[in-house]
Nanobody
Framework: QVQLVESGGGLVQAGGSLRLSCAVS???????MGWFRQAPGREREFVAS????????YYLDSVKGRFTISRGNAKNTVYLQMNSLKPEDTAVYYC??????????????????????WGQGTQVTVSS
């Protein structure tokens, strides 16, 4: 059974930093991984994604330059380093992965429908 477990969320003041982690267990994935977030009353939105090799990354425009996605050496772990956090970054953050080894179209990396497995989410709250 595939499981994705996020950790690292919490409460931080505006301008602070957090590092989210996501570990995949149950099988070895040679696949892209992504981070999405959902704020109260809003739809889930793409935040960042990374290819299996780590050579390709994509970001939501509003987090470019502040967030960095990376993979661990074991490849089954993905991180999201979040710096210069803003109150509008407050949301539940989810990691996800796919059965596919890569996305045939780069735009798929930002589409939640292209991901097959999801974690339970971790709350990030940024106070002003």
């Amino acid at each position: 059974q595939v499981q994705l477990v996020e950790s690292g969320g919490g409460l931080v003041q505006a301008g602070g930093s957090l590092r989210l982690s996501c570990a995949v267990s149950g099988r070895t994935f040679s696949s892209p991984m992504g981070w999405f977030r959902q704020a109260p009353g809003r739809e889930r939105e793409f935040v960042a994604s990374i290819s299996w090799t780590g050579g390709s990354t994509y970001y939501l425009d509003s987090v470019k330059g502040r967030f960095t996605i990376s993979r661990g050496n074991a490849k089954n772990t993905v991180y999201l380093q979040m710096n210069s956090l803003k109150p509008e970054d407050t949301a539940v953050y989810y990691c996800a992965t796919t059965e596919e080894p890569y996305f045939s179209d780069p735009t798929y990396a930002t589409d939640s429908r292209k991901y097959d497995y999801w974690g339970q989410g971790t709350q990030v709250t940024v106070s002003s």
